[in-house]
């Protein structure tokens, strides 16, 4: 089944430590995305990829980077992870930009204790 | 800044028809989209808005005022499966989503 898989489903990190959450999808999507999900806040943008190669910065992405060196992989890596962190993390795709609807994996939820 | 404004929460009866109001300051315009959420789920595409107007997907119905920063998610027949958050975004100038906190939406039987 065609969609976006995120991995892991959830996971618990100690402080300080480095973190990759990676994303694939399946539909040939040029744009990807990754947002953070808090109790009370809309989505955030923390960083977005319009085609595979590059990348860009989204409303948050102080702690995070990202790299896209092919159309399908989007991975997010937390270089050492603080508290405030802790968050449910949604990676998107889309076909483009412009009014194109953004299709969403399951997300991962994660803890920094 | 950018800011979308919806209701924190609202209660609904089966059955019955309810309005999620979405209002809007941003940095450009290049469209409006409704999403729908269930608890613990990933957001899932209701509808899509760029020119004024009313736009009808069965139950399911987006305004969109571009004059005033306003739209609206209308639910008709209204079900217990659509107890949901629905999340209203927009897309700014940069083609980028800037998103509403989310409306819970409760139905009752």
């Known amino acids: 089944i065609a969609g976006i898989t995120q991995a892991p489903t959830s996971q618990i990190l100690a402080a300080g430590r480095r973190m990759t959450l990676r994303c694939t999808q399946d539909?040939?999507?040029?744009?990807m995305y990754w947002y953070r999900q808090d109790l009370g806040l809309g989505l955030r943008l923390i960083h977005y990829?319009?085609?595979?190669?590059?990348?860009g910065k989204g409303e948050v992405p102080d702690g995070y980077s990202v790299s896209r060196a092919n159309t399908d992989d989007f991975p997010l890596t937390l270089a050492s992870a603080v508290p405030s962190q802790t968050s449910v993390y949604f990676c998107a795709s889309s076909p483009g930009t412009g009014g194109q609807p953004q299709h969403f994996g399951d997300g991962t939820r994660l803890s920094i204790l | 800044g950018q800011n979308i404004d919806q209701p924190t929460e609202m209660t609904a009866t089966e059955g019955a028809i309810v309005q999620i109001n979405c209002t809007y300051q941003?940095?450009?315009?290049?469209?409006l989209f409704w999403y729908q959420q269930h608890a613990g789920e990933a957001p899932t595409f209701l509808s899509y808005?760029?020119l004024d107007g009313l736009e009808e997907k069965g139950r399911f119905s987006s305004f969109l005022s571009r004059s005033k920063g306003y739209s609206y998610l209308l639910l008709k027949e209204l079900q217990m499966k659509d107890s949901a958050s629905y999340l209203c975004?927009?897309?700014?100038?940069?083609?980028?989503?800037?998103w509403g906190a989310g409306t819970k939406l409760i139905i009752k039987p």
């Open positions: 808005n760029v």
């Open positions: 941003t940095s450009g315009f290049n469209g």
């Open positions: 975004a927009v897309e700014d100038s940069n083609y980028q989503l800037i």
């Open positions: 990829s319009n085609t595979a190669g590059t990348t």
């Open positions: 539909m040939r999507h040029n744009a």
